[in-house]
């Protein structure tokens, strides 16, 4: 037992926080509409079944609005093969084919976002940013749990190289998608490949064992992920040890890293995740920036970011100008 065990807690009232008057009246609805919604319930990890019910329900959800997304843009999107791993490439149209090629890893818990949510994000990206994207379309549980993901992320990335100058690429994700875009640049830097220009963590869930502050302090404040993915965690770790840093990267040697921005909201419930990072990144000598907005769950304002706060344009901004910096 350690000493902290027998430490008092803070004891708070019940009350009510409304949505705060410093930010957009679009993220405001936001947070109240979220508000009206129950906490999800995920099954235990040993019901297979269960979950592949889940998942099946979330594709089908998904490939409405992954259709729509698909529709309306400007982008040419192709679906193939990069290193034996499914990908999705968008190309925004009139782009210079030498520039900065974005390597990005959809979210989901680990559990979802594969096929057409997949898919529709390399668009989004590529629409957002400006720049080709490709999105990785890795294996997941409960068929293909830890470690298939990050080595199908590595998979990937060692094959862009061959073609493309790694100076020229930025990895990203965003939730899970984070935490699998630290892990694969641990990966890179751990089996001796060139390091990529940058890193783009999105309120990353680098802490699968929750111990940061925002788990206690942030639970149901955030309207967006609204508790524990304890059982998500525990379906895609399937056994191993929480704090291994291809499943935690928070919990590895952070030296050598590529620089890095951090993004995360005063009520995401991964804030705490996004904090110590940071502060690890820049402890070991990373050129780390971290920025935090006003009121912000987990993922932006409306569903997974993708309503028109201005607050979710301020993201894609920054995601912008830091690949320009770190290709120009």
């Known amino acids: 037992m350690s000493s902290g065990d027998n430490l008092e807690p803070v004891r708070l009232p019940a009350r009510d926080i409304p949505p705060p008057t410093t930010i957009s009246d679009v993220a405001r609805v936001a947070l109240s509409e979220g508000a009206l919604g129950p906490a999800p319930g995920w099954p235990p990890a040993s019901d297979l079944d269960a979950w592949r019910r889940a998942i099946a329900d979330s594709t089908a959800l998904w490939e409405t609005v992954a259709a729509a997304t698909l529709a309306a843009t400007p982008s040419s999107v192709e679906t193939r093969a990069i290193g034996g791993v499914t990908c999705h490439v968008a190309t925004p149209p009139g782009l210079d084919p030498g520039g900065p090629l974005y390597l990005f890893i959809h979210g989901g818990a680990f559990v979802f976002g594969g096929g057409p949510y997949a898919k529709a994000q390399a668009a989004m990206q590529a629409d957002r940013l400006g720049v080709a994207s490709v999105s990785v379309d890795y294996r997941m549980p409960p068929d293909h749990p830890f470690p298939a993901a990050p080595e199908d992320c590595f998979a990937v990335y060692q094959a862009l190289i061959a073609t493309h100058d790694p100076a020229r690429i930025v990895i990203g994700g965003s939730s899970a998608g984070g935490n699998l875009a630290a892990a694969l640049t641990l990966m890179i830097r751990d089996r ?26 942030n639970a149901l404040l955030d309207v967006t992920l609204k508790g524990s993915l304890h059982n998500c965690n525990a379906l895609y770790a399937q056994g191993h040890d929480l704090t291994d840093p291809y499943l935690s990267p928070l919990h590895g040697d952070l030296h050598g890293f590529p620089p890095t921005l951090v993004q995360t909201g005063t009520r995401d419930i991964l804030l705490s995740n996004s904090v110590l ?49 770190r290709v120009a």
Do not use: C, Y
């Open 277 to 325: 990072m940071h502060r690890k990144l820049r402890r070991a000598g990373v050129e780390a920036d971290l920025h935090v907005w006003e009121a912000m769950p987990h993922g932006g304002f409306g569903p997974f970011g993708a309503g028109g706060a201005p607050e979710n344009a301020e993201i894609d901004e920054e995601v912008r100008r830091f690949i320009a910096r």
């Open 192 to 217: 001796g490949l060139p390091a990529p220009a940058g890193l783009v963590l999105l309120t990353p869930e680098v802490d699968l064992t929750e111990s940061g502050d925002s788990f206690q302090t």
